[in-house]
């Protein structure tokens, strides 16, 4: 599990890596030099610990549109013999996304460089979406050619699968026999697989893959598969299957028994809060503990709240998974427990990549941070502060915000005018409904994301009706 952990970002390199709204501000009135050197290492090296969950793109994008930055350090790193031998998946998906936003923004000379990927580069369909993306056919002139001659049918048939939009497609397969065929394809094995997996009205239900016992079994022989099996006991499992499932959870094979807990934990069984102190304890396995902690901590019930406050003293994995609980359903009388939880974590902060203790892995710290705004601990203010400022995850910053919203009297003077640079959509959407639209500087920015073509609609429609109130 990828704990989001603070890491200090005193220098603009590390508030850009981040994607911190102070970093963005920063480099527009930084040194020039450093600035585009920092920015452009930030792309062309994704500082992101999970790309999937957090977004630079638009971040990245605006900052080089604000600053009119070339982008000759973007074409180094894509143009070049390492493309082809550097095995790293992530190598181009950054600067293609860069390039895709900044052309959205306008940037005739990111459009080109995109265009000049797909004729040379190795992901050059992942750089024909972004064209595609553009919304002006002049992205895409002449660009049927550079495709037929580059991708064989086997090619051309995983790219038109994968696309993001099938708009180019559909216009060049009305020009070229093969690409007709293809897309033709595409369209035929899409409707093929909707039909086998929808139920027709009158087909009788067919019957469950695998029985109860089964994926208990399964679970067993490949402990690494408890998740999945967790995740399926769920679609075969009934009341009267509880009691088998009790008893896996409390002396199966370890795989099993993660699985079971899993499966407990989605239902919210009380039955886990008993199972606690075996199945969290130093000498269980390791998969245990883990299924053990996220399916105990992820309880929210009465039962689950007293018996945390009996637990929230002790300093194992146990205390941990209590002080999750508390955060997610305690009440105000909780909040020494939350607050002496966060001041602890914030003091054992490390840089991203350290190895986590055993702890950190199974308590996240946003839970902490948002159980903090839930209950508006303003006790809590300097430590949720120190948190928006060095989150290393956009992610965590994002929940900061949240909970600075609820309990900082300055936020809609101050914190949230420097949020609406943040990288995180959702950050920024936090920061529009609250920001002291008096402040002329907010105002200028409200403007801009209000009307960006490439900002989310959400964060759009806030800005528009913050600037309403004026």
Known sequence: MFDPVITSHDALLGLLRSGHGQGARRALVADRVAVLDALDGCVVRDP???PATESRSLYYARLYADLDAGLDGLARH??????WTDEDADRTALPLAVLGTLARLGRTDATELLRAYVEEGRDWPEALDRLAAIGRDAALTGMLDVVLERGEDDELYDCVKRSTGMRPWRIWAAEDERVRAVVEQVDLDWWRWELTRSVRPGTPPTAPAQTVDQVLAEAADGPRQSLACG???AAVAGPEHRGAI????????D???????????EQGDGALLDLAEGALAPEAPTGVRLAAAHAIGGLRSPAAVARARTWAAREDLLGEVAVRILAGAGEPADGPILLDALRARVAAAHPVGAADTDQADHFRLRDLVTGIGRLALVDALDLVRDVYRDAASAGLRACAVETLARIEPSFAAETAVEALWDCQADTRLIAARHVDARRPEAVTRLR??????????????AAKARLSEM
């Open 78 to 83: 894509l143009l070049c013999e390492e493309d």
């Open 448 to 461: 801009r994301l209000a009307g960006d073509p490439a900002e989310h609609a959400e964060v759009r429609t």
């Open 246 to 253: 009790l008893a896996a959870a409390w002396a199966g094979p």
């Open 231 to 233: 995740r399926r006991l």
């Open 48 to 50: 992101r610990a999970v």
């Open 255 to 265: 795989g099993a028994r993660a699985a079971a807990l899993r499966y407990l934990g």
